[in-house]
């Protein structure tokens, strides 16, 4: 139930100079971007609570809207999203047993707002009968790509025949292959490489500087989170100065990864040496790494390729390709998945193999390493080493793999307790290709190494 009208406490709302512009916009869809306490979900808040109702009544002469408050976690939606709204908007009445909220003002405007969790790719059944004007997603990043694109097919129907929807997203940065990334179009450039593909129609982006709110809260809050973070520059970096990040999806796999460390500040050049490739190319997911050791026990990271689509033949050829033009006369060792012999019937008859369908391309691929323990060591101990490992800035892919999203599952239903299961996700197939890379430059055969002379370095960490 909402408050008595002489106990309300309202809070004056003065949006920050980013925020007026996101409020100002009218696009269909709407990301707002920024570190912790920017103010974001503030905004949010006003633009679905009272900007848009406001807008539509004043444009369309409707006074009932509809929107879908959405955060991926219930306990998360209940201890933040829910409390912010009712911050904001304490004479909201509550059906807690629906997770329903009314909002009305004087001249007639009703807001009613539905608060779901949808932690799951398969809770877009929650969203199949919504009849919606718009929805708000917090932490939207976190919120499976399913979900976003069953709400776009919700919103528009309440009330019937509603002229107008509108989709609003909040969240801290995402990566920089995250869909957020590529699909808005920016207000300003993000604080990152350009976004590789073209933003889609009626999606507009709004990236908050670092310290835009910081006059709001409490004295050093920014740079009491720095000393407590001191020891994850890749948290501050996301997190406080608002570049594009990496969300820690699971346990991370490795224990020696260390951005600062492992990941060159300028791009890598070939040092017109031997070039050494790692393959993923048993399942549908190809992959590829190229690196060189310039000196002993020292790996360089120079190139990776990866494709969602391509079949194993679009794909070494494509790899072949940019090879050629990036590393013209170079000798090549390729290793990979052991799975990729594995046969299978061909459409013209008699069978072949992954494998072979590269070595028909010319690329002599060898078969790697198919014990997961052994290639995990193999990477974490050359990640252990003091100059170990290079890798260019541009594999953003096996990077960000690094930093969170190559990781081991969580347990469902026990927060904090993880799986020995990796997660088979859009990182883990860049990784295998660089296991079966690395497990094969620092094996021992014999009494010989097979790359790499004897280790005569000391380990860092």
């Not at 450039?189 to 507009?204: A, E, L, T, V, Y």
């Not at 430059?441 to 860092?460: A, D, E, H």
Request: some cysteine; proline content about 7%.
């Amino acid at each position: 139930m909402g408050l008595p009208a002489e106990k309300i406490e309202r809070k004056e709302y003065n949006a920050l100079p980013t925020l007026k512009l996101f409020h100002e916009d009218t696009a269909q869809i709407r990301c707002l971007v920024g570190p912790v306490g920017s103010g974001k979900t503030s905004a949010a808040t006003m633009e679905v609570g009272y900007y848009l109702p406001f807008f539509i009544h004043q444009n369309y002469g409707l006074k009932k809207t509809r929107w879908a408050i959405i955060r991926n976690t219930y306990s998360e939606l209940r201890d933040t999203t829910m409390r912010t709204v009712f911050e904001w908007f304490p004479d909201a009445s509550l059906k807690k047993q629906e997770n329903i909220a009314y909002l009305s003002y004087e001249n007639g405007i009703e807001v009613e707002f539905l608060f779901r969790s949808c932690d799951r790719p398969d809770d877009v059944k929650k969203f199949k009968s919504l009849e919606l004007t718009g929805y708000w997603i917090d932490e939207s990043i976190e919120v499976a790509d399913e979900v976003k694109r069953m709400l776009k097919n919700r919103i528009g129907r309440f009330p019937q025949k509603c002229p107008v929807r509108f989709g609003i997203e909040t969240t801290n940065p995402p990566d920089v292959e995250h869909t957020t990334y590529s699909e808005f179009n920016w207000h300003k450039p993000p604080p990152g490489p350009i976004p590789q593909n073209p933003s889609k129609p009626n999606h507009k982006g709004f990236w908050q500087p670092p310290r835009e709110n910081e006059p709001n809260l409490r004295y050093n809050y920014y740079n009491d989170l720095i000393n407590d973070y001191q020891d994850t520059p890749d948290w501050i970096e996301m997190y406080i100065e608002g570049k594009p990040g990496m969300i820690i999806r699971g346990k991370l796999v490795y224990n020696n990864f260390r951005r600062q460390d492992h990941v060159s500040k300028e791009s890598l050049a070939w040092s017109k040496g031997p070039l050494y490739r790692g393959w993923d190319n048993s399942g549908n997911v190809p992959a590829c790494i190229v690196a060189q050791i310039p000196t002993a026990r020292h790996v360089q990271v120079l190139k990776e390729f990866h494709n969602d689509k391509m079949g194993i033949v679009d794909f070494t050829a494509w790899v072949i390709s940019e090879c050629q033009i990036r590393y013209p006369d170079a000798k090549f060792t390729d290793w990979a998945d052991p799975a990729g012999e594995n046969k299978f019937s061909k459409r013209a008859g008699g069978f072949t193999s992954n494998a072979q369908l590269m070595r028909d391309a010319s690329v002599n691929v060898q078969p790697s390493e198919q014990n997961l323990t052994a290639r995990l060591q193999s990477v974490d101990q050359q990640l252990g080493l003091y100059d170990g490992v290079l890798i260019d800035p541009d594999c953003t892919r096996l990077i960000n793999g690094f930093l969170g999203g190559y990781c081991y599952k969580p347990k469902p239903g026990n927060p904090g307790e993880y799986t020995d299961i990796i997660d088979k996700n859009r990182w883990s197939h860049i990784h295998d290709a660089f296991q079966y890379l690395m497990v094969r430059l620092t094996k021992n055969q014999g009494k010989k190494r097979s790359v790499f002379t004897p280790n005569r370095t000391k380990n860092k960490f």
